[in-house]
């Protein structure tokens, strides 16, 4: 059980760790079998590195003696399979280990992985046991699933080489991937953000009671651990932006004690939101000042859905494209934005790159390319 491990010292908890690392250099072929199908280990590992350290561990051979049993080959590589699919969830909550490799193996008749699915079933601690076969298993054409998007996914492009791959979000970011890992590389364009309640970091009001008298409602600001940014826009949502009182609003983007910056940021969740005449209005009125009054428009990418993206064809660079009318270079290595390309009047729905990677060609709402 997890709990014969929970005494070990550092030094013998980084040992038992990498064990299967070790038995694999020492050619010791049946206890790196048996150590990679012993739930208890599975579960500790899991539960102290990321995931994907565990999943690489099938990859080893023990080098003095390849010659393991293909039948253990197979089971080996379908208990890897169900590892791959369940990443997603078990960099969660590693707690889903019994229940998520229940569901994808529960119909392998191999020994090993019977061995394995009994060790499952004999567990003293809760777990939710499908009763019928409802994911993925390993021998479906999905291999990972790819998380960390806060919004709709619009465009995906594949480097050459097919090993790395580049979305695009409605959360206003660009996420590269690697594809034999199912892991995330960068994200392009992020916020970095503060700890705290989004609606109040964005206003720039210093504690919850200013946010209240600000908003005039109280209720519906702190929707649990959400991410800050979702946070702040479900908080704005909730309070059905009492924005109805355009005068405080007028008030908020007029108070010079708060930063252009943060009022910027704050008008992109308007502008995200807003469906009501008086406070298109209102920001209509504000939004050229305040952009004109930062030093750079976009510091922190872009400021609206990406909906397209091209990688050139020698894999350095993504080009991105986006309803906040600019085209964007990036940097793949470094995650880095090279520059912006403006000159649409409309929405940027499309991009491509030419075959040298030397030239990009937009397509934009505003009937121009």
Known sequence: MVSNFEDLSLEDKEYVLNLPDHLSEAGMADDYCAILTELDFLQYKISNVDSQILI?????????????????????????????????????????????????????QANEIQFLLNQIQEKQDPWFRLIT???????????????????????????????????????????????????????????KRSRGSGAMRIMGIEDEEKLQSFIGKVGGFLLGSLDPWDRAVKEIKAINLTLKDTEVI??????????????????????????????ELIISQFRSNIENSIEVKNPIGHNGDVVSVVVTPDGQRAISGSYDRTVKVWNLETGEEIRTLSGHNGWVNSVTVTPDGERVISASEDHSE
């Open 56 to 108: 690489e561990d099938y990859d080893l051979r023990p080098e003095s003696n390849p010659d393991i049993s293909e039948q253990m080959q197979s089971s080996l590589k379908s208990i890897q399979g169900a590892l791959k699919l369940s990443k997603n969830f078990l960099d969660q909550d590693s707690n889903q280990l019994a229940t998520q490799l229940y569901g994808r193996l529960m119909f392998h």
């Open 250 to 279: 007028r008030e908020y983007f007029s108070n010079s004690s708060v930063t252009p910056e943060t009022k910027y940021q704050f008008l992109r969740i308007l502008q995200k939101l807003c469906a009501d005449p008086d406070l």
């Open 133 to 191: 076969p409802s994911l993925s298993t390993p021998d479906s054409p999905e291999i990972y699933t790819l998380s960390g998007h806060k919004g709709s996914i619009r465009s995906v492009a594949v480097f050459s080489d097919g090993k790395k791959a580049v979305s695009a979000s409605e959360d206003h970011t660009l996420k590269v991937w690697d594809l034999e890992k199912g892991t995330e590389i960068h994200t392009l364009g992020a916020v």
